[in-house]
């Protein structure tokens, strides 16, 4: 009843063996039915009219039942073990031949990831269940397979187990054979499981290796002249392993009938001085929590998208992740060890719809009660024995979310006792008495702030309390990467570097896990809960990620490669200062270029000799000699990798640096005389209202203080109160618009307007002072509050419509990408182009998007020739999108959003900056605004 599995082998050491193996993926038979109980009619032939079913695979992804998204809440009444009639099945069959060569020994079926349980039947026998999704499951079938004939397995998968109680992660619900299944040959005196000790003694220099199996076998590494028994210790020279450096040796452990390869790496990870250290080196994780996911098939990845997903992390600086929530595929492990990223290996536990239940600790949740511990101490051995080899693998995590409880003391005394080269995690024991590291998630600047100084606040039990003062501290989860965001990852990264204890941690999260799929007229879009018929789900909050459901990074990973490059190039005064974040190893990998652009155009440009600045520490260099420039000049240096590295080309960008070096001329803008109803190039109506700019009607521009709300704006389980309700509260999404006063001057026209919603005595007073110099058009708008304001505002900015012939954007400012207050490191200061819907960012819920931050100028252009150019005396932010900030925000799927035929243009003087408040850190104070007397000068020119 509290799932363990029936019918398995003792759980071994993931290999890569010469003993025989046949992969079974591929197309199995198929039937969906709706109980588990059904007659299993299917075990002894191979069924006929049966569909087809691709394994590895969710049956949901194929056309069977439908994907449910839930954070914490159980699709299922809760009453542990059981679960309802219902219960979505699938009946799975094949065929398969054992190969003649396979002489004796034993022969073993294994299943590498079910969900959640299944039972299996060899040639009409039943041999046994499966338990733990996302484990291995293996099954001695000698004794029921024919040599030489046809063979039949047959697998029946329920949806909903036991298992599923303690694997309520926040994901979509998905069922199936969903990693590969495999028939392996375990010849007479193979290598069961065996453990590959590398320890590295920095002081010294000195790796010790060891192996252990069950049977007699020789550890041979040729590079180091290795040549020895199991069981002997060898201690010798070595290069250590790091995330920066993955030092791999190839060796095999071989026994009379099988070779395993092994991919050794040498590190030792402790807690020293209350600090994380590996190799003798303090380390910073730079990390970020990977779910398995692909748009298109779920949880079960291909090779390829593991292999795309460590290339995408280590191009974009990222040294760790977090496998959350649950031991991934074997080969990313391996992929890690040979490309390096530091790995938090976490146990498949998570009981956090328990909490909704009212325990979210206590006997009520399995994580306390006892008649679970035999399947929770089944799971952590399962893990720590079938990757304990790894070497990426810097801790073992026991689970997520499942509240403190009587089971993680044995759970973490069951990782203990296998491995003593790796520390615990556990991400809610937050009295640290289980666990070798402090963790918590999404705390916000202050808090992290006081766990840096070790001043957080005190546990009642002074031993525990100092205990856990004693440990360094990690944010298991942090920076919650929903739709525009995060924001805020500079402030973060200042703490960790400031703090020893603070050892970094990990971005949630990888990838936006929505699902492709397609709408009534045959559309593709990717769908998130509620899309897909669910009784209850929890909407687009599983559309998180650092990257687009395709793998595209979005900005927020843009923005994390910045704030994580390993070489941080500054001014000092006249030099260049270069620090390294890097923990292990030099830069002498990197080389570099430096560019001297003025309005953007490139003046002068060369190369820069980069020493190798050793790991944490400091250079200064000379700059090189400039010319002289007058306008606004930036100086920017790109370091790349010198040559190929094995996870980018030469040339890669890594890190930038860029300043200023002068500033740009300031100008009063001459007047010319001017009479109603024009001011230059722009025409006005009666009330003041700006009607057309020479040949370009537009729709007038009027104070625009509003935003398509963000997912952070929202805040869904925020420490604050969701910055959302104030601004709905004040009626900041519904102003009105008042003229009060239209003056025709002989040198300009004076226009006063006030702002304001119903029912609210606050408002924002606007005046709009329009000159020309006989050229273009100016604008010097300055707005004043009226009344006590409390709420920061969204934006304080205009908004235009223009005719919908533009299609191009040029600009001078952030870019190329989009970039806010708190998330703009990453855009440089450059000259760029872009067409207006490659402006937009495609967020999975639309919502604000596509900003372009400390712009000087932007131009729009048309392909019939027509331009506006808008200037700035002081930058400021635009967007330009095809669709008004109404439709923006109500439309649920980029999909809803259809160009009109207006492109509105929004200028902004500052806007709320993005934060992650949608789970976690609300915005930072430094990035909010209440209103105060702002002004803004821009000057629109006409062409064509
Ligand atoms: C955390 C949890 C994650 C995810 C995240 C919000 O509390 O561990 O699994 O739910 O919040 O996206
Ligand atoms: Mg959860």
Redesign the pocket.
């Known amino acids: 009843m509290f799932e363990t599995s029936r019918g398995t082998l003792p759980p071994r050491a993931w290999s890569r063996s010469d003993a025989g193996r046949v992969d079974l993926s591929g197309t199995w038979a198929f039937r969906y039915g709706d109980s588990p109980e059904a007659p299993a009619d299917f075990v002894e032939a191979l069924p006929e009219g049966w569909g087809e079913i691709k394994v590895p695979g969710h049956w949901q992804l194929q056309g069977h039942g439908a994907p449910i998204y839930t954070?914490?809440r159980y699709p299922i009444p809760v009453d542990v073990p059981r679960v309802p009639d219902e219960n979505p099945t699938g009946d799975y069959a094949r065929e398969f031949d054992v190969p003649a060569s396979w002489d004796g020994g034993r022969i073993v079926l294994r299943f590498e990831g079910v969900d959640s349980f299944a039972r299996v039947w060899v040639n009409g026998s039943e041999i046994g269940s499966t338990s733990a999704s996302r484990l291995p499951n293996e099954f001695d079938v000698t004794d029921h397979v024919r040599r030489g004939e046809r063979n039949l397995v047959a697998v029946r998968v329920a949806q909903w187990s036991a298992n599923s109680y303690i694997e309520d992660?926040?994901?979509w619900w998905l069922s199936g054979l969903f990693r590969e299944v495999t028939l392996l040959h375990r010849p007479d005196g193979s290598i069961g499981d065996h453990v590959i000790t590398a320890d590295f003694d920095a002081a010294a220099g000195l790796g010790t290796l060891s192996a252990t199996a069950d049977v007699p076998a020789r550890l041979v590494v040729p590079e180091l002249g290795v040549d020895v028994a199991a069981g002997e210790s060898v201690e010798l020279a070595v290069e250590p392993w790091s995330a920066e450096e993955p030092r791999l040796y190839r060796g095999t452990l071989a026994s009379e009938s099988e070779t395993i390869e092994l991919a050794i790496g040498f590190r030792r990870v402790e807690v020293a001085d209350g600090v994380l250290v590996v190799n003798g080196r303090p380390i910073q994780f730079r990390g970020v929590?990977r779910h398995e996911f692909h748009p298109e098939t779920g949880r079960a990845l291909d090779e390829q998208t593991m292999l795309d997903d460590v290339l995408l992390m280590k191009r974009h600086n990222l040294n760790a992740v977090r496998t959350?929530?649950y031991p991934p595929h074997p080969r990313f492990l391996e992929l890690c060890d040979e490309y390096g990223l530091w790995v938090i290996d976490e146990c498949d536990f998570?009981t956090?719809g328990f909490g909704g239940q009212g325990f979210s600790s206590g006997p009520g949740n399995p994580v306390d009660d006892e008649r679970w511990q035999p399947a929770l101490v089944e799971r952590m051995r399962r893990m720590v024995i079938r990757d304990r080899n790894r070497p990426s693998i810097l801790m073992w995590s026991l689970g997520?979310?499942c509240g403190p409880g009587r089971n993680i003391a044995p759970m973490a005394n069951a990782g203990r006792e296998l491995d003593t080269t790796r520390l615990i995690h556990y991400?809610r024991d937050f009295t640290s008495e289980h666990v070798d590291i402090h963790a918590n998630?999404?705390l916000d600047f202050h808090d992290l702030e006081a766990l840096g100084r070790r001043e957080e606040e005190a546990l009642d039990d002074a031993a525990l309390d100092a205990h856990r003062r004693a440990q360094p501290f990690i944010l298991?989860?942090y920076a919650?990467a929903?739709g525009n965001g995060p924001g805020g990852l500079t402030e973060y990264q200042e703490l960790f570097d400031r703090y020893p204890r603070l050892a970094g941690g990990f971005i949630?999260?990888w990838i936006d896990q929505a699902i492709l799929t397609t709408d009534a007229e045959g559309r593709e879009f990717y769908g998130y809960g509620g899309d897909f018929g669910e009784e209850i789900h929890d909407g687009h909050?599983?559309a998180?990620g650092l990257l687009f459901p395709d793998r595209t990074p979005s900005p927020g990973l843009i923005e994390a490669k910045k704030v994580f490059e390993p070489l941080r190039i500054e001014a000092a005064s006249d030099r260049i200062r270069l620090e390294s974040a890097r923990d292990a190893v030099t830069t002498r990998d990197l080389a570099a270029r430096w560019s001297l652009e003025t309005e953007g155009e490139v003046v002068a440009s060369g190369t820069l000799d980069l020493p190798p600045v050793p790991a944490r520490e400091v250079v200064e260099i000379a700059m090189p000699d400039l010319p002289e420039t007058a306008g606004e000049t930036w100086f920017t240096v790109r370091a790349v990798l010198a040559a190929d590295a094995p996870w980018a080309e030469a040339g890669h960008e890594v890190a930038t640096g860029q300043w200023q070096l002068t500033e740009p001329a300031t100008r009063e803008p001459a007047r010319v005389t001017v009479a109603e109803p024009a001011v230059g190039p722009g025409s006005f109506d009666g009330h003041g209202r700006l009607e057309s700019l020479g040949p370009l009607l537009v729709d007038a521009p009027h104070l625009d203080v509003w935003r398509a709300p963000i997912d952070n704006d929202h805040c869904f389980?925020g420490f604050e109160p969701p910055v959302m309700d104030a601004w709905l509260r004040e009626g900041l999404d519904r102003m009105h618009h008042r003229t009060d006063e239209v003056t025709w001057r002989g040198d300009s026209l004076e226009v006063v307007t006030r702002t304001a919603a119903a029912n609210s005595r606050l408002a924002l007073v606007s005046r709009w002072l329009w000159t020309s110099d006989g050229g273009g058009l100016d604008l010097a708008l300055t707005v004043t509050p009226e009344g006590e304001w409390t709420t920061p505002l969204p934006r304080l900015g205009i908004r235009l419509g223009l005719p919908g012939v533009f299609s191009d954007a040029e600009w001078f400012g952030r870019g190329p990408g989009e970039s806010y207050v708190d998330s703009h490191r990453a855009a440089l200061i450059g000259r760029y182009r872009s067409s207006i819907d490659g402006l937009q960012t495609p967020y999975v819920m639309p919502q604000d998007n596509g900003q372009r931050s400390e712009t000087r100028w932007v131009e729009l252009t048309s392909t019939d020739g027509a331009s506006l150019r808008v200037s700035g005396a002081e930058p400021f932010g635009f967007t330009a999108r095809r669709w008004t900030t109404e439709q923006l925000a109500a439309a649920t799927h980029p999909s809803d959003l259809v160009a009109g035929d207006r492109v509105w243009l929004t200028l902004d003087a500052y806007q709320y900056g993005l934060g992650s408040a949608?789970?976690g850190a609300a915005v930072h104070p430094k990035y909010r605004h209440l209103p105060e007397e702002t002004t803004m000068r821009i000057r629109f020119d006409v062409r064509g």
């Open positions: 954070n914490q992660q926040d994901m929590n959350s929530h998570e956090h997520n979310e991400e998630m999404y298991s989860e919650h929903m949630w999260e909050f599983v998180d389980w949608s789970c």
